[in-house]
């Protein structure tokens, strides 16, 4: 039995420089690396505005989503990472929350030190499946 890969990516510099895809679907998971708050050209975007990293890390999880025609119903697991969590804690929960609705996949919420770009406080990567309906 031969699994094929589908690959997307957002065709931002980092992609490239860092080596890595931005999500991959095997049968019928799709598993997608931590969405951040990018620019349509790959530029860090809301350098320590935690509720504005949400909104443009939110927008880029809808383009995963669009790219394999799921919608965040479909989303069973997430990983947030946040630096600051106490300080941040109450922002990104409301931001979940307005997110999803009354949908409710699976949450690990990890307090960090520090992430990939200067002042960048939230990072998400999540799981799809796609025999869930939309």
Same mark, same amino acid.
């Given at each position: 039995?031969?699994?094929?890969? !589908?690959?997307?990516?957002?065709?931002?510099?980092?992609?490239?420089?860092? +080596?890595y895809?931005?999500?991959?679907?095997?049968? !019928?998971?799709?598993? %997608?690396?931590?969405?951040?708050?990018?620019?349509?050209?790959?530029?860090?975007?809301?350098? +320590?505005?935690?509720?504005?990293?949400?909104?443009?890390?939110?927008?880029?999880?809808? *383009? %995963?989503?669009?790219?394999y /025609?799921?919608?965040?119903?479909?989303?069973?697991?997430?990983?947030?990472?946040?630096? @600051?969590?106490?300080?941040?804690?109450?922002?990104?929960?409301?931001?979940? %929350? @307005?997110?999803? /609705? !009354?949908?409710?996949?699976?949450?690990?919420?990890? /307090?960090?030190?520090?992430?990939?770009?200067?002042?960048? %406080?939230?990072?998400?990567?999540?799981?799809?499946?796609? *025999?869930?309906?939309?």
């Amino acid at each position: 039995m031969s699994t094929t890969l !589908d690959v997307f990516n957002h065709n931002i510099p980092v992609e490239s420089s860092f +080596g890595y895809s931005q999500a991959i679907k095997s049968d !019928d998971l799709v598993h %997608v690396s931590g969405q951040l708050s990018f620019s349509e050209e790959g530029e860090f975007l809301h350098a +320590g505005d935690t509720v504005a990293q949400l909104k443009q890390t939110y927008a880029w999880m809808d *383009k %995963v989503l669009a790219h394999y /025609g799921a919608t965040r119903n479909q989303i069973v697991s997430q990983v947030l990472y946040v630096v @600051n969590l106490r300080e941040n804690f109450e922002a990104t929960a409301q931001a979940n %929350v @307005n997110y999803f /609705g !009354d949908h409710r996949p699976v949450s690990t919420i990890l /307090g960090v030190p520090d992430l990939g770009f200067p002042d960048q %406080v939230i990072e998400i990567s999540f799981i799809i499946d796609m *025999k869930l309906p939309a």
